[in-house]
Each structure stands twice: as C-alpha cells, then as structure tokens.
C-alpha cells in the first residue's frame, strides 16, 4: 500500500479541488484517489518510522495470513493516482518524504 500523510491530502483537496477545479458545478461528481506516491508494505513502513524517530524497538515482520479477517483483501493495494496527476499538474510526494515530514512537525 502507500501511506497518505493527511496534510499532503488535505492541501491537494484545499488548493485543487476547492480553488480550481470546482468552480464549474457539473464536476462536483467525478471521483479521484489520492495518496502519496511509491508504495511499501507494512514492514517496511514500521522499519522507516523506527529509522526517523529513533525508537530502540525490535520490529518483527508478519505475512497477511497472520491477521485473518473475515473480509479478503488484495495482495497489492496501490491506489492509482493519475486522473489527479493529470488534471492538477502537482507533485504528489513520496510516501516517505511525507512520513518525515510527519514526524518532525510532530516532535517539535
């Protein structure tokens, strides 16, 4: 999957959807996805959280069969982005960028 950082998503609702592209009515219906870009398993996500914020803990990787759920779900899970991309012209960031991002406005 790509973890979304909620301020990269809340500027791109902000500066596109409400500024730009809405001013025509017809439009209001069209559905977009948004997330940040690259993608990363869980795992790896925990590790580079760990790597930012310095935490001494001991992160253990886990498959999908270890979490059963009543409902299936994909093996890949990346949303695609690219009506976004096109239509806005922005620069989506990588998922990473975003997390440390993330992570020192929130240890300041």
């Given at each position: 999957?790509?973890?979304?950082?909620?301020?990269?998503?809340?500027?791109?609702?902000?500066?596109?959807?409400?500024?730009?592209?809405?001013?025509?009515?017809?439009?209001?219906?069209?559905?977009?996805?948004?997330?940040?870009?690259?993608?990363?398993?869980?795992?790896?996500?925990?590790?580079?959280?760990?790597?930012?914020?310095?935490?001494?803990?001991?992160?253990?990787?886990?498959?999908?069969?270890?979490?059963?759920?009543?409902?299936?779900?994909?093996?890949?899970?990346v949303?695609?982005?690219?009506?976004?991309?096109?239509?806005?012209?922005?620069?989506?960031?990588?998922?990473?960028?975003?997390?440390?991002?993330?992570?020192?406005?929130?240890?300041n």
């Amino acid at each position: 999957g790509t973890p979304t950082y909620a301020r990269d998503l809340a500027e791109i609702c902000m500066n596109f959807f409400v500024n730009e592209y809405f001013v025509d009515d017809s439009k209001r219906s069209d559905i977009f996805h948004y997330s940040n870009s690259g993608c990363t398993t869980w795992f790896e996500f925990a590790k580079e959280i760990k790597k930012l914020s310095g935490f001494n803990s001991k992160i253990v990787p886990a498959t999908s069969e270890n979490f059963l759920t009543k409902a299936k779900r994909p093996k890949y899970s990346v949303l695609d982005t690219s009506k976004i991309k096109k239509i806005s012209n922005c620069k989506i960031p990588n998922w990473d960028e975003s997390l440390s991002k993330c992570l020192s406005i929130n240890n300041n």
